[in-house]
Protein backbone atom coordinates (compact mmCIF):
# COMPACT_ATOMS: atom_id res chain seq x y z
CA UNK A 1 0.00 0.00 0.00
CA UNK A 2 3.02 2.52 1.11
CA UNK A 3 5.40 1.47 -1.98
CA UNK A 4 5.37 4.82 -3.81
CA UNK A 5 5.90 6.90 -0.61
CA UNK A 6 8.53 4.63 1.45
CA UNK A 7 10.42 4.94 -1.57
CA UNK A 8 10.08 8.89 -2.27
CA UNK A 9 10.96 8.98 1.91
CA UNK A 10 13.77 6.84 1.54
CA UNK A 11 15.10 8.20 -1.73
CA UNK A 12 15.18 11.48 -0.17
CA UNK A 13 17.21 10.84 3.44
CA UNK A 14 19.77 9.18 1.14
CA UNK A 15 20.56 12.44 -0.13
CA UNK A 16 21.38 13.66 3.84
CA UNK A 17 23.67 11.08 4.44
CA UNK A 18 27.30 11.83 5.08
CA UNK A 19 26.39 15.30 6.03
CA UNK A 20 28.15 16.63 9.69
CA UNK A 21 26.15 19.36 9.34
CA UNK A 22 22.43 20.50 7.79
CA UNK A 23 22.17 24.39 6.49
CA UNK A 24 18.75 25.55 6.08
CA UNK A 25 18.60 25.26 2.74
CA UNK A 26 19.27 21.12 3.11
CA UNK A 27 16.41 21.77 5.69
CA UNK A 28 13.93 23.22 3.08
CA UNK A 29 14.93 20.79 0.38
CA UNK A 30 14.16 18.15 2.70
CA UNK A 31 10.74 18.87 3.67
CA UNK A 32 9.93 20.03 -0.17
CA UNK A 33 10.40 16.11 -1.02
CA UNK A 34 8.76 15.15 1.84
CA UNK A 35 5.53 17.38 0.94
CA UNK A 36 5.35 16.27 -2.92
CA UNK A 37 5.57 12.43 -1.37
CA UNK A 38 3.11 12.99 1.20
CA UNK A 39 0.48 15.26 -1.61
CA UNK A 40 1.32 12.17 -3.87
CA UNK A 41 -0.02 9.95 -1.92
CA UNK A 42 -3.40 11.35 -1.17
CA UNK A 43 -2.75 12.86 1.70
CA UNK A 44 -4.90 15.52 2.46
CA UNK A 45 -3.20 18.84 2.05
CA UNK A 46 -4.47 20.18 5.73
CA UNK A 47 -2.71 17.33 6.92
CA UNK A 48 0.54 17.52 4.69
CA UNK A 49 0.83 21.26 5.42
CA UNK A 50 0.43 20.62 9.26
CA UNK A 51 3.29 17.72 9.15
CA UNK A 52 5.77 19.71 6.92
CA UNK A 53 5.56 22.88 8.72
CA UNK A 54 6.34 20.74 12.39
CA UNK A 55 9.29 18.61 10.88
CA UNK A 56 10.61 21.76 9.57
CA UNK A 57 10.41 23.50 12.81
CA UNK A 58 11.85 20.76 14.96
CA UNK A 59 14.67 20.20 11.98
CA UNK A 60 15.98 23.85 12.46
CA UNK A 61 15.57 23.47 15.91
CA UNK A 62 18.87 22.52 18.36
CA UNK A 63 17.87 18.72 18.41
CA UNK A 64 19.39 18.27 14.83
CA UNK A 65 21.76 20.98 14.79
CA UNK A 66 23.87 19.84 18.00
CA UNK A 67 23.19 16.04 16.78
CA UNK A 68 26.19 14.03 15.88
CA UNK A 69 24.15 12.56 12.65
CA UNK A 70 21.86 15.17 11.83
CA UNK A 71 20.39 13.01 8.47
CA UNK A 72 19.63 10.18 11.46
CA UNK A 73 18.42 12.71 13.56
CA UNK A 74 15.49 13.77 10.80
CA UNK A 75 14.73 10.59 10.30
CA UNK A 76 13.38 10.20 14.11
CA UNK A 77 11.82 13.25 13.76
CA UNK A 78 9.80 12.38 10.60
CA UNK A 79 9.00 9.07 12.06
CA UNK A 80 7.93 10.65 15.32
CA UNK A 81 6.18 12.67 13.55
CA UNK A 82 3.90 9.72 11.34
CA UNK A 83 3.50 8.38 13.89
CA UNK A 84 1.88 11.07 15.51
CA UNK A 85 -0.65 12.04 12.65
CA UNK A 86 -1.81 8.35 12.58
CA UNK A 87 -2.95 8.01 16.12
CA UNK A 88 0.24 8.28 18.68
CA UNK A 89 0.00 5.17 20.60
CA UNK A 90 -2.06 1.67 19.63
CA UNK A 91 -6.01 1.91 21.02
CA UNK A 92 -7.31 -1.03 22.33
CA UNK A 93 -11.21 -2.16 22.05
CA UNK A 94 -13.39 -0.88 25.24
CA UNK A 95 -15.27 -3.60 26.72
CA UNK A 96 -18.83 -3.15 28.56
CA UNK A 97 -18.61 -3.81 32.71
CA UNK A 98 -21.77 -5.49 32.29
CA UNK A 99 -21.65 -7.78 28.64
CA UNK A 100 -22.43 -8.42 26.10
CA UNK A 101 -20.13 -5.64 24.22
CA UNK A 102 -22.03 -4.13 21.19
CA UNK A 103 -19.39 -3.43 18.00
CA UNK A 104 -21.48 -1.58 15.48
CA UNK A 105 -19.84 -1.32 12.10
CA UNK A 106 -20.65 1.58 9.26
CA UNK A 107 -19.06 2.69 5.98
CA UNK A 108 -19.46 3.40 2.52
CA UNK A 109 -20.71 0.15 -0.11
CA UNK A 110 -18.44 -2.03 -0.91
CA UNK A 111 -15.56 -0.83 2.22
CA UNK A 112 -15.70 -4.16 3.30
CA UNK A 113 -17.58 -3.93 6.34
CA UNK A 114 -19.55 -7.88 6.28
CA UNK A 115 -16.26 -9.66 5.20
CA UNK A 116 -14.55 -7.36 8.05
CA UNK A 117 -17.40 -8.40 10.41
CA UNK A 118 -16.60 -12.52 9.69
CA UNK A 119 -12.52 -10.98 10.42
CA UNK A 120 -13.42 -9.77 13.74
CA UNK A 121 -15.57 -12.48 15.15
CA UNK A 122 -12.31 -14.58 14.33
CA UNK A 123 -9.74 -12.23 15.85
CA UNK A 124 -12.16 -11.65 18.84
CA UNK A 125 -12.80 -15.78 19.41
CA UNK A 126 -8.88 -16.30 18.92
CA UNK A 127 -8.48 -13.64 22.16
CA UNK A 128 -11.53 -15.85 24.25
CA UNK A 129 -14.20 -14.28 23.41
CA UNK A 130 -17.75 -15.39 22.59
CA UNK A 131 -18.79 -13.15 19.63
CA UNK A 132 -22.63 -13.16 17.95
CA UNK A 133 -22.90 -11.32 14.52
CA UNK A 134 -26.35 -9.68 13.70
CA UNK A 135 -26.90 -9.21 9.94
CA UNK A 136 -28.76 -6.12 10.22
CA UNK A 137 -27.63 -5.01 6.30
CA UNK A 138 -31.32 -5.56 4.90
CA UNK A 139 -30.64 -4.02 1.72
CA UNK A 140 -27.64 -4.92 -0.06
CA UNK A 141 -28.54 -8.44 -2.22
CA UNK A 142 -27.38 -11.47 -0.29
CA UNK A 143 -25.76 -9.47 2.14
CA UNK A 144 -27.70 -11.60 4.75
CA UNK A 145 -26.01 -14.54 2.99
CA UNK A 146 -22.84 -13.35 2.79
CA UNK A 147 -22.66 -12.91 6.67
CA UNK A 148 -23.90 -16.22 7.23
CA UNK A 149 -20.94 -17.74 4.97
CA UNK A 150 -18.61 -15.76 6.85
CA UNK A 151 -19.87 -16.34 10.17
CA UNK A 152 -19.31 -20.50 9.35
CA UNK A 153 -15.82 -20.12 8.13
CA UNK A 154 -14.95 -18.10 11.40
CA UNK A 155 -16.88 -20.52 13.57
CA UNK A 156 -18.90 -17.99 14.90
CA UNK A 157 -23.08 -18.16 15.17
CA UNK A 158 -25.00 -15.38 13.08
CA UNK A 159 -28.20 -13.70 14.32
CA UNK A 160 -30.19 -13.55 11.10
CA UNK A 161 -34.23 -13.61 11.79
CA UNK A 162 -35.01 -11.63 7.82
CA UNK A 163 -33.17 -13.05 4.70
CA UNK A 164 -32.78 -9.77 3.48
CA UNK A 165 -33.04 -9.07 -0.26
CA UNK A 166 -31.45 -11.48 -2.95
CA UNK A 167 -31.90 -8.70 -5.85
CA UNK A 168 -31.68 -5.37 -6.59
CA UNK A 169 -35.01 -4.89 -7.64
CA UNK A 170 -36.64 -6.69 -4.65
CA UNK A 171 -37.92 -3.86 -2.02
CA UNK A 172 -36.96 -4.44 1.92
CA UNK A 173 -39.26 -5.23 3.93
CA UNK A 174 -37.45 -5.60 7.35
CA UNK A 175 -36.20 -3.50 9.80
CA UNK A 176 -32.61 -3.15 10.46
CA UNK A 177 -33.19 -1.71 14.03
CA UNK A 178 -35.37 -4.21 15.17
CA UNK A 179 -32.96 -7.06 14.38
CA UNK A 180 -30.30 -5.20 16.16
CA UNK A 181 -32.23 -5.03 19.19
CA UNK A 182 -33.26 -8.58 18.72
CA UNK A 183 -29.46 -9.33 18.21
CA UNK A 184 -28.50 -7.90 21.46
CA UNK A 185 -31.18 -9.34 23.42
CA UNK A 186 -30.18 -12.96 21.93
CA UNK A 187 -26.91 -12.24 23.03
CA UNK A 188 -28.04 -11.83 26.64
CA UNK A 189 -30.12 -15.43 26.24
CA UNK A 190 -26.99 -16.96 24.51
CA UNK A 191 -24.35 -15.60 27.10
CA UNK A 192 -22.72 -14.63 24.08
CA UNK A 193 -20.13 -11.47 25.49
CA UNK A 194 -19.54 -9.62 22.57
CA UNK A 195 -22.36 -8.47 19.60
CA UNK A 196 -21.20 -7.20 15.92
CA UNK A 197 -23.79 -5.78 14.03
CA UNK A 198 -23.31 -5.17 10.25
CA UNK A 199 -25.07 -2.52 8.67
CA UNK A 200 -25.96 -1.36 5.21
CA UNK A 201 -23.53 0.52 3.42
CA UNK A 202 -24.56 4.06 2.59
CA UNK A 203 -23.28 7.44 1.32
CA UNK A 204 -22.52 10.05 3.25
CA UNK A 205 -24.82 11.96 1.65
CA UNK A 206 -27.53 9.50 1.88
CA UNK A 207 -29.85 11.48 4.59
CA UNK A 208 -32.38 8.42 4.67
CA UNK A 209 -29.51 5.60 5.52
CA UNK A 210 -27.41 7.58 7.52
CA UNK A 211 -30.81 8.55 9.80
CA UNK A 212 -31.58 4.77 9.77
CA UNK A 213 -27.51 4.22 11.16
CA UNK A 214 -28.30 6.78 13.70
CA UNK A 215 -31.53 4.99 14.92
CA UNK A 216 -28.95 1.55 15.01
CA UNK A 217 -27.34 3.34 16.96
CA UNK A 218 -29.66 4.59 19.50
CA UNK A 219 -31.47 0.95 19.81
CA UNK A 220 -28.74 -0.55 20.99
CA UNK A 221 -26.44 1.87 22.56
CA UNK A 222 -22.97 0.45 21.51
CA UNK A 223 -19.76 0.61 23.39
CA UNK A 224 -17.44 0.49 19.91
CA UNK A 225 -18.64 2.39 16.65
CA UNK A 226 -16.34 1.22 14.54
CA UNK A 227 -16.41 3.16 10.55
CA UNK A 228 -14.94 0.89 8.03
CA UNK A 229 -12.86 2.97 5.46
CA UNK A 230 -11.39 1.71 2.20
CA UNK A 231 -7.71 2.70 2.41
CA UNK A 232 -8.05 3.28 -1.06
CA UNK A 233 -10.38 5.78 -1.43
CA UNK A 234 -7.77 8.90 -1.72
CA UNK A 235 -8.53 12.31 -1.28
CA UNK A 236 -11.91 12.02 -0.41
CA UNK A 237 -11.66 10.08 2.66
CA UNK A 238 -11.43 12.99 4.68
CA UNK A 239 -14.92 14.30 3.30
CA UNK A 240 -16.28 10.79 3.82
CA UNK A 241 -14.67 10.59 7.39
CA UNK A 242 -16.57 14.01 8.41
CA UNK A 243 -19.93 13.13 7.43
CA UNK A 244 -19.52 9.79 9.03
CA UNK A 245 -18.79 11.60 12.30
CA UNK A 246 -21.54 13.97 12.27
CA UNK A 247 -24.00 11.23 11.50
CA UNK A 248 -23.11 8.26 13.93
CA UNK A 249 -20.04 9.63 16.12
CA UNK A 250 -18.11 6.86 15.55
CA UNK A 251 -15.21 5.71 18.20
CA UNK A 252 -12.52 4.68 15.70
CA UNK A 253 -11.42 3.67 12.25
CA UNK A 254 -11.02 0.50 10.89
CA UNK A 255 -9.05 0.19 7.25
CA UNK A 256 -9.59 -2.37 4.82
CA UNK A 257 -7.46 -3.50 1.75
CA UNK A 258 -4.50 -2.09 2.66
CA UNK A 259 -3.04 -5.13 0.66
CA UNK A 260 -3.64 -3.14 -2.05
CA UNK A 261 -1.51 -1.00 -4.82
CA UNK A 262 -3.09 2.37 -4.34
CA UNK A 263 -1.47 5.65 -2.46
CA UNK A 264 -2.81 5.09 0.97
CA UNK A 265 -2.91 8.27 1.97
CA UNK A 266 -6.40 7.67 3.94
CA UNK A 267 -4.36 6.34 6.40
CA UNK A 268 -2.58 9.31 7.33
CA UNK A 269 -5.23 11.33 6.71
CA UNK A 270 -8.26 9.84 8.43
CA UNK A 271 -6.95 10.00 12.25
CA UNK A 272 -5.16 13.10 12.10
CA UNK A 273 -8.50 14.90 10.60
CA UNK A 274 -10.94 13.58 12.75
CA UNK A 275 -9.57 12.99 15.79
CA UNK A 276 -10.79 9.42 16.35
CA UNK A 277 -7.83 6.61 16.59
CA UNK A 278 -7.30 3.74 13.60
CA UNK A 279 -8.17 0.30 15.64
CA UNK A 280 -7.45 -2.43 13.01
CA UNK A 281 -5.87 -2.83 9.11
CA UNK A 282 -7.59 -6.03 7.03
CA UNK A 283 -4.21 -6.87 4.50
CA UNK A 284 -6.03 -9.62 2.70
CA UNK A 285 -8.84 -11.32 1.44
CA UNK A 286 -8.72 -14.41 4.02
CA UNK A 287 -10.33 -14.02 7.70
CA UNK A 288 -6.81 -14.22 9.20
CA UNK A 289 -5.57 -11.40 7.10
CA UNK A 290 -6.45 -8.93 10.15
CA UNK A 291 -4.43 -6.89 12.50
CA UNK A 292 -4.71 -4.70 15.56
CA UNK A 293 -3.51 -1.17 14.16
CA UNK A 294 -0.18 -0.01 15.95
CA UNK A 295 0.69 3.66 14.45
CA UNK A 296 4.49 3.53 15.62
CA UNK A 297 4.52 0.05 13.79
CA UNK A 298 3.11 1.60 10.49
CA UNK A 299 5.46 4.40 10.74
CA UNK A 300 8.41 2.22 10.67
CA UNK A 301 6.91 0.11 7.83
CA UNK A 302 6.74 3.29 5.96
CA UNK A 303 9.92 4.24 6.56
CA UNK A 304 11.44 0.87 5.48
CA UNK A 305 12.63 0.78 8.52
CA UNK A 306 10.72 -3.06 9.17
CA UNK A 307 7.57 -4.24 11.56
CA UNK A 308 9.82 -6.91 13.73
CA UNK A 309 7.28 -6.92 16.43
CA UNK A 310 4.43 -7.59 14.22
CA UNK A 311 6.91 -10.45 12.85
CA UNK A 312 7.63 -12.16 16.07
CA UNK A 313 3.76 -12.10 17.01
CA UNK A 314 2.57 -13.77 14.57
CA UNK A 315 5.35 -16.77 14.70
CA UNK A 316 4.30 -16.93 17.90
CA UNK A 317 0.42 -17.84 17.27
CA UNK A 318 1.54 -20.25 14.45
CA UNK A 319 4.52 -22.16 15.92
CA UNK A 320 3.88 -25.42 17.32
CA UNK A 321 5.40 -25.65 20.50
CA UNK A 322 5.15 -29.27 20.72
CA UNK A 323 7.30 -29.71 17.19
CA UNK A 324 9.84 -26.41 18.73
CA UNK A 325 10.05 -29.32 21.99
CA UNK A 326 10.74 -32.23 19.62
CA UNK A 327 13.58 -30.18 17.50
CA UNK A 328 15.44 -28.82 20.92
CA UNK A 329 15.11 -32.39 22.37
CA UNK A 330 16.26 -33.82 19.18
CA UNK A 331 19.26 -31.31 18.96
CA UNK A 332 20.26 -32.07 22.25
CA UNK A 333 20.33 -35.48 21.59
CA UNK A 334 22.53 -34.96 19.21
CA UNK A 335 20.44 -36.49 16.53
CA UNK A 336 20.98 -35.86 12.84
CA UNK A 337 18.55 -33.44 11.00
CA UNK A 338 16.51 -35.16 8.22
CA UNK A 339 14.60 -33.98 5.52
CA UNK A 340 11.35 -35.14 7.69
CA UNK A 341 12.67 -32.68 10.13
CA UNK A 342 12.86 -30.07 6.81
CA UNK A 343 9.51 -30.26 5.57
CA UNK A 344 7.99 -29.93 9.13
CA UNK A 345 10.11 -26.37 9.52
CA UNK A 346 8.71 -25.57 6.05
CA UNK A 347 4.85 -26.33 7.29
CA UNK A 348 5.49 -24.03 10.43
CA UNK A 349 6.88 -21.31 8.21
CA UNK A 350 3.19 -21.28 5.91
CA UNK A 351 1.51 -21.81 8.88
CA UNK A 352 2.51 -18.58 9.53
CA UNK A 353 0.90 -16.39 6.29
CA UNK A 354 2.41 -15.23 3.29
CA UNK A 355 6.11 -15.45 2.59
CA UNK A 356 5.67 -11.92 0.63
CA UNK A 357 4.35 -10.16 4.12
CA UNK A 358 6.68 -11.59 6.26
CA UNK A 359 9.75 -10.85 4.18
CA UNK A 360 7.77 -7.37 3.52
CA UNK A 361 8.19 -6.50 7.25
CA UNK A 362 12.20 -6.91 7.23
CA UNK A 363 13.93 -3.95 7.49
CA UNK A 364 14.82 -2.56 4.14
CA UNK A 365 12.72 -4.75 2.18
CA UNK A 366 12.21 -1.69 -0.17
CA UNK A 367 15.47 -2.54 -1.47
CA UNK A 368 14.60 -6.05 -2.85
CA UNK A 369 10.80 -5.61 -3.11
CA UNK A 370 11.25 -6.32 -7.03
CA UNK A 371 12.39 -9.98 -6.22
CA UNK A 372 9.84 -10.35 -3.31
CA UNK A 373 7.11 -9.89 -6.16
CA UNK A 374 8.88 -12.53 -8.30
CA UNK A 375 8.87 -14.84 -5.27
CA UNK A 376 6.26 -17.71 -5.95
CA UNK A 377 4.25 -18.67 -2.87
CA UNK A 378 3.43 -21.75 -4.31
CA UNK A 379 7.62 -23.05 -3.83
CA UNK A 380 7.01 -24.57 -0.53
CA UNK A 381 4.07 -26.73 -1.93
CA UNK A 382 6.78 -27.91 -4.62
CA UNK A 383 9.11 -28.47 -1.66
CA UNK A 384 6.45 -30.94 0.09
CA UNK A 385 5.84 -32.52 -3.11
CA UNK A 386 9.27 -33.35 -3.48
CA UNK A 387 9.81 -34.71 -0.02
CA UNK A 388 6.65 -36.44 0.21
CA UNK A 389 8.03 -38.05 -2.84
CA UNK A 390 10.82 -40.07 -1.31
CA UNK A 391 10.94 -43.22 0.53
CA UNK A 392 10.98 -43.23 4.46
CA UNK A 393 14.63 -44.65 4.29
CA UNK A 394 15.62 -41.90 2.05
CA UNK A 395 14.65 -39.20 3.93
CA UNK A 396 16.67 -40.21 6.91
CA UNK A 397 19.84 -40.70 4.61
CA UNK A 398 19.83 -38.46 1.72
CA UNK A 399 22.91 -39.24 0.68
CA UNK A 400 22.16 -42.65 -0.81
CA UNK A 401 19.99 -41.17 -3.38
CA UNK A 402 21.52 -41.49 -7.04
CA UNK A 403 20.27 -40.32 -10.55
CA UNK A 404 17.67 -43.19 -10.49
CA UNK A 405 16.59 -42.09 -7.39
CA UNK A 406 16.24 -38.27 -8.20
CA UNK A 407 14.45 -39.24 -11.58
CA UNK A 408 11.85 -41.17 -10.10
CA UNK A 409 11.24 -38.16 -6.98
CA UNK A 410 10.78 -35.90 -9.94
CA UNK A 411 8.52 -37.86 -11.50
CA UNK A 412 6.16 -38.47 -8.23
CA UNK A 413 6.38 -34.77 -7.85
CA UNK A 414 5.72 -33.14 -11.16
CA UNK A 415 8.87 -31.24 -11.08
CA UNK A 416 12.06 -31.20 -12.56
CA UNK A 417 15.29 -33.81 -12.29
CA UNK A 418 16.95 -30.09 -11.58
CA UNK A 419 14.75 -28.93 -8.40
CA UNK A 420 14.72 -31.80 -6.90
CA UNK A 421 19.09 -31.58 -7.15
CA UNK A 422 18.18 -28.04 -6.25
CA UNK A 423 16.46 -29.19 -3.16
CA UNK A 424 19.27 -31.53 -1.79
CA UNK A 425 21.64 -29.21 -2.06
CA UNK A 426 19.73 -26.26 -0.22
CA UNK A 427 18.81 -29.43 2.38
CA UNK A 428 22.53 -30.80 2.66
CA UNK A 429 23.82 -26.67 3.99
CA UNK A 430 20.93 -26.54 6.34
CA UNK A 431 21.93 -30.13 7.26
CA UNK A 432 25.45 -29.19 7.80
CA UNK A 433 24.43 -25.88 9.87
CA UNK A 434 22.43 -27.72 12.24
CA UNK A 435 24.82 -30.38 13.31
CA UNK A 436 27.46 -27.51 13.92
CA UNK A 437 24.31 -26.05 16.02
CA UNK A 438 23.82 -29.08 17.65
CA UNK A 439 27.34 -29.82 18.55
CA UNK A 440 27.63 -26.60 20.58
CA UNK A 441 29.86 -24.77 17.52
CA UNK A 442 27.45 -22.37 16.84
CA UNK A 443 26.73 -20.88 13.15
CA UNK A 444 30.15 -19.80 11.36
CA UNK A 445 30.05 -15.94 10.85
CA UNK A 446 27.24 -15.47 13.39
CA UNK A 447 27.76 -12.33 15.84
CA UNK A 448 27.54 -13.61 19.55
CA UNK A 449 27.21 -17.25 18.61
CA UNK A 450 30.20 -19.58 19.88
CA UNK A 451 32.34 -20.60 16.88
CA UNK A 452 34.38 -19.39 14.10
CA UNK A 453 33.87 -15.91 13.16
CA UNK A 454 31.58 -15.09 16.06
CA UNK A 455 32.16 -12.70 19.01
CA UNK A 456 32.72 -15.28 22.36
CA UNK A 457 36.48 -15.96 21.50
CA UNK A 458 35.91 -18.56 18.63
CA UNK A 459 38.58 -17.66 16.81
CA UNK A 460 40.99 -17.06 19.74
CA UNK A 461 40.20 -20.04 21.14
CA UNK A 462 40.94 -21.56 17.73
CA UNK A 463 44.39 -19.96 17.77
CA UNK A 464 45.00 -21.43 21.40
CA UNK A 465 44.04 -24.87 20.75
CA UNK A 466 46.15 -24.70 17.53
CA UNK A 467 49.46 -24.19 19.94
CA UNK A 468 48.82 -26.52 23.08
CA UNK A 469 47.21 -29.41 20.91
CA UNK A 470 48.11 -30.96 17.40
CA UNK A 471 44.60 -31.58 15.63
CA UNK A 472 44.11 -34.59 13.82
CA UNK A 473 45.18 -34.83 9.87
CA UNK A 474 43.08 -37.55 9.10
CA UNK A 475 39.42 -37.05 7.96
CA UNK A 476 38.20 -39.96 8.82
CA UNK A 477 36.57 -40.17 12.04
CA UNK A 478 37.43 -43.82 13.04
CA UNK A 479 40.91 -42.98 11.90
CA UNK A 480 41.36 -39.92 13.97
CA UNK A 481 40.41 -41.01 17.09
CA UNK A 482 43.26 -43.81 16.65
CA UNK A 483 46.01 -41.01 15.99
CA UNK A 484 44.43 -38.98 19.18
CA UNK A 485 44.38 -42.51 21.54
CA UNK A 486 48.68 -42.72 20.12
CA UNK A 487 49.17 -39.38 20.85
CA UNK A 488 48.01 -39.66 24.42
CA UNK A 489 49.49 -42.91 24.92
CA UNK A 490 53.22 -41.14 23.87
CA UNK A 491 52.93 -38.74 26.12
CA UNK A 492 51.87 -40.98 28.70
CA UNK A 493 55.46 -42.91 27.52
CA UNK A 494 53.04 -45.96 26.62
CA UNK A 495 54.50 -48.19 23.52
CA UNK A 496 51.34 -48.45 20.80
CA UNK A 497 51.17 -50.60 17.61
CA UNK A 498 49.91 -49.36 14.21
CA UNK A 499 46.47 -51.69 14.30
CA UNK A 500 46.03 -53.68 11.36
CA UNK A 501 42.91 -53.61 8.63
CA UNK A 502 41.71 -53.37 5.35
CA UNK A 503 43.02 -50.82 2.94
CA UNK A 504 40.11 -48.64 3.80
CA UNK A 505 40.43 -48.31 7.24
CA UNK A 506 37.88 -51.15 8.39
CA UNK A 507 39.25 -52.80 11.54
CA UNK A 508 38.49 -55.72 13.19
CA UNK A 509 37.36 -53.95 16.38
CA UNK A 510 35.47 -51.01 14.89
CA UNK A 511 32.81 -49.22 17.05
CA UNK A 512 30.16 -47.95 14.58
CA UNK A 513 29.55 -44.97 17.41
CA UNK A 514 32.60 -43.56 16.64
CA UNK A 515 31.64 -42.47 13.09
CA UNK A 516 29.09 -40.24 15.31
CA UNK A 517 25.88 -41.71 12.70
CA UNK A 518 22.24 -40.95 13.32
CA UNK A 519 20.42 -43.64 15.59
CA UNK A 520 19.72 -46.28 13.75
CA UNK A 521 22.24 -46.64 11.19
CA UNK A 522 24.59 -49.55 12.84
CA UNK A 523 22.51 -51.79 11.26
CA UNK A 524 23.41 -50.97 7.63
CA UNK A 525 26.85 -51.43 9.43
CA UNK A 526 26.62 -55.02 9.94
CA UNK A 527 29.16 -57.74 8.78
Not at 55 to 74: F, H, M, T
Not at 174 to 183: E, F, K, L
Not at 228 to 248: K, L, P, R
Request: glycine share 10%.
Amino acid sequence: MFNSLSDRLTATFKNLRGKGRLSEADVDATVREIRRALLDADVAVPVVRAFTAQVKERALGLEVSQALNPGQQIVKIVNEELVGILGGETRRLRLAKNPPTVIMLAGLQGAGKTTLAGKLAKWLKGQGHSPLLVACDLQRPNAVKQLQVNGQRAGVPVFAPHPGVSSEFEASTGNPVDVARQGVAEARTKLHDIVIVDTAGRLGIDAELMQQASDIRDAVNPDEVLFVIDAMIGQDAVNTAQAFNEGVNFTGVVLTKLDGDARGGAALSVASVTGKPVMFASTGEALTDFEVFHPDRMASRILDMGDILTLIEQAEKAWDKDEAARMAKKFADQEDFTLDDFLAQMQQIRNMGSMKKMLMMMPGAANMREQLENFDEREIDRVEAIVRSMTPHERVAPKIINGSRRARIARGSGVHVSEVNGLLERFGQAQKMMRKMAAGGGIPGMPGMPGPGGFNGGARKGKANAKGKKKPRSGNPAKAAQEAAAAEARRNGQRTSVPTGAAFGQQENFDPSSLNLPKGFEKFLGK
